[in-house]
């Protein structure tokens, strides 16, 4: 698209940008998926993973459809990759470690009681879904400085079983 064309960003503007575009996205989502609870949730989830593929897949004018963006110029270097792990690592050790991380936790236990305690479970859960937004535009961000190209295709069924494999053989904790 003309407007990627024409952007001269840096790794590090381009990677924040990443993080800051999927965080919005992220609230958006976020505002509908988060009234949901247990398999309802799941289901929307999924709902809105296909939805997404579509749209994205379809919008030619910014990720050229399923041929996606292509010449992203290879800036990915161990050293700045294991940097931002490092700092993502810390980011989510931070998060779940503060006050906001243990109630959350304490409304994954139990919502109902967590509420009735004062928990603003609906909050805490948004605030921990933009941050896994945020965090995952960075982490494909530098999936395309990796790759030199990206398509909607790259973040689809393939991937999502992948986490869902993990979960089930790792367990959820």
């Known amino acids: 698209p003309h407007f990627l064309d024409t952007a001269h960003l840096s790794?590090?503007?381009?990677?924040?940008?990443?993080?800051?575009?999927?965080?919005?996205?992220a609230l958006a989502t976020g505002l509908a998926v988060l009234r949901l609870d247990g398999a309802s949730a799941v289901i929307a989830i999924l709902a809105l993973l296909l939805i997404s593929d579509v749209v994205f897949g379809a919008w030619i004018g910014v990720t050229h459809g399923q041929g996606g963006l292509y010449a992203i110029p290879d800036e990915s270097r161990l050293s700045r990759v294991l940097l931002i792990a490092i700092a993502v690592v810390v980011v989510a050790r931070v998060f779940k470690d503060s006050k906001l991380g243990l109630?959350?936790?304490?409304?994954?236990?139990?919502?109902?009681?967590?509420?009735?305690?004062?928990?603003?479970?609906?909050?805490?859960?948004?605030?921990?879904?933009?941050?896994?937004?945020?965090?995952?535009?960075?982490?494909?961000?530098?999936?395309?400085?990796?790759?030199?190209?990206?398509?909607?295709?790259?973040?689809?069924?393939?991937?999502?079983?992948?986490?869902?494999?993990?979960?089930?053989?790792?367990?959820?904790?």
């Open 103 to 173: 109630l959350l936790r304490g409304s994954r236990e139990d919502a109902v009681s967590a509420a009735s305690i004062g928990v603003r479970v609906r909050a805490q859960r948004m605030y921990a879904w933009i941050l896994s937004g945020a965090l995952s535009g960075v982490g494909g961000a530098l999936l395309a400085f990796w790759l030199g190209t990206i398509s909607p295709t790259n973040f689809f069924l393939a991937p999502t079983f992948a986490v869902i494999v993990m979960l089930i053989v790792g367990g959820m904790g």
């Open 11 to 25: 790794y590090v503007e381009a990677t924040l940008l990443a993080g800051l575009v999927a965080a919005v996205f």
